[in-house]
T-cell receptor
Framework: KAGVTQTPRYLIKTRGQQVTLSCSPI?????VSWYQQTPGQGLQFLFE???????NKGNFPGRFSGRQFSNSRSEMNVSTLELGDSALYLC???????????FGSGTRLTVV | AQSVTQLGSHVSVSEGALVLLRCNYS??????LFWYVQYPNQGLQLLLK??????LVKGINGFEAEFKKSETSFHLTKPSAHMSDAAEYFC??????????????FGGGTRLMVKP
């Protein structure tokens, strides 16, 4: 069965711009979470969506937002990009209440 | 608040030697514990997980981990390292579950190097 699909794989943006990343979960998975990975801060939780509702949120500024559609696909948006937003953004999906996520390959965002 | 500490950001072993990657956690409730592996330019792959039940958990690629509540540890082991095991390994904890959702807290990672 298909895994978690993230698009695009690579992205280069300029400071001040905004960006939208997409995530398609495994079929049947209704929980989608987003993580940011940087060399300095490691892996940090951004937010989790379940049935189109944000269920949990990490400690990130309001420039980071997300949403989930009725087919469980999710997008995250970062507005007014800063250099420090350069990172690998990982999406993961899981069954409700299950232990363990399946991660996508990530979107590598570079802000210049 | 939950937290995870991985002792040793870099571990080097010889091919065929024992692999031991250490993970200690703190959690206010019985945790779910995970080990993930990440190869260069890829996402995270689940190696194994502990939720409830047997404290010795077997995973993929010959890895296993033991949940020790008294020591708040969940160390990852493999009897014999292979060159293909070279990667970065992350321990993670979640004290949510069921209807409360999923949220993982990760350790800083351990880069495993395997020498021929």
């Amino acid at each position: 069965k298909a895994g978690v699909t993230q698009t695009p794989r690579y992205l280069i943006k300029t400071r001040g711009q905004q960006v939208t990343l997409s995530c398609s979960p495994i079929s049947g998975h209704r929980s989608v979470s987003w993580y940011q990975q940087t060399p300095g801060q490691g892996l940090q939780f951004l937010f989790e969506y379940f049935s189109e509702t944000q269920r949990n949120k990490g400690n990130f500024p309001g420039r980071f937002s997300g949403r989930q559609f009725s087919n469980s696909r999710s997008e995250m948006n970062v507005s007014t990009l800063e250099l420090g937003d350069s990172a690998l953004y990982l999406c993961a999906s899981s069954l409700p209440g299950a232990g363990g996520y399946t991660f996508g390959s990530g979107t590598r965002l570079t802000v210049v | 608040a939950q937290s995870v500490t991985q002792l040793g950001s870099h571990v080097s072993v010889s091919e065929g030697a024992l692999v031991l990657l250490r993970c200690n956690y703190s959690s206010s409730v019985p945790p779910y514990l995970f080990w993930y592996v990440q190869y260069p330019n890829q996402g995270l792959q689940l190696l194994l997980k502990y939720t409830t039940g047997a404290t010795l958990v077997k995973g993929i690629n010959g890895f296993e981990a033991e949940f020790k509540k008294s020591e708040t540890s969940f160390h990852l082991t493999k009897p014999s390292a292979h060159m293909s095991d070279a990667a970065e390994y992350f321990c993670a904890v979640s004290d949510l579950g069921g209807n409360a959702g999923n949220m993982l807290t990760f350790g800083g990672g351990t880069r495993l190097m395997v020498k021929p």
